[in-house]
């Protein structure tokens, strides 16, 4: 059974940093595209950033480059997400998912969901 814990939210300061962790089982690791998105309330669900199945190869929003950072460690089964330069914006829940296939952006092609975690930045 696919399970994946999100982990490291809080409340930050503008400006400052928070690490999302997120761990997963149930199927192998080294095999699974990861993704992080967010949501706010009121809002719909965005991508944030996605990592290939060997970390090589990585997607990031516009609103999210050169302020996170996503990575993978598939000894740990987990993936991260260095959150940088955070905004009052960046306020919201924030999900990991994993898919079988390639990588890919639109939430719609993920196949597995964790129950979150919340990230409240403050002004």
């Known amino acids: 059974q696919v399970h994946l814990v999100e982990s490291g939210g809080g409340l930050v300061q503008a400006g400052g940093s928070l690490r999302l962790s997120c761990a997963a089982s149930?199927?192998?690791?080294?095999?699974?595209?990861m993704g992080w998105f967010r949501q706010a309330p009121g809002k719909e669900r965005e991508s944030v950033a996605n990592?290939?199945?060997?970390?090589?190869?990585?997607y990031y929003a516009d609103f999210v480059k050169c302020r996170f950072t996503i990575s993978r460690d598939n000894a740990k089964n987990t993936v991260y997400l260095q959150m940088e330069a955070l905004k009052p914006e960046d306020t919201a829940v924030y999900y990991c998912?994993?898919?079988?296939?390639?990588?890919?952006?639109?939430?719609?092609?993920?196949?597995?969901w964790g129950q979150g975690t919340q990230v409240t930045v403050s002004s």
């Open positions: 990592i290939s199945r060997s970390g090589g190869t990585t």
């Open positions: 149930g199927r192998a690791f080294s095999t699974i595209t």
């Open positions: 998912a994993e898919r079988t296939r390639g990588l890919a952006i639109r939430k719609t092609l993920y196949d597995y």
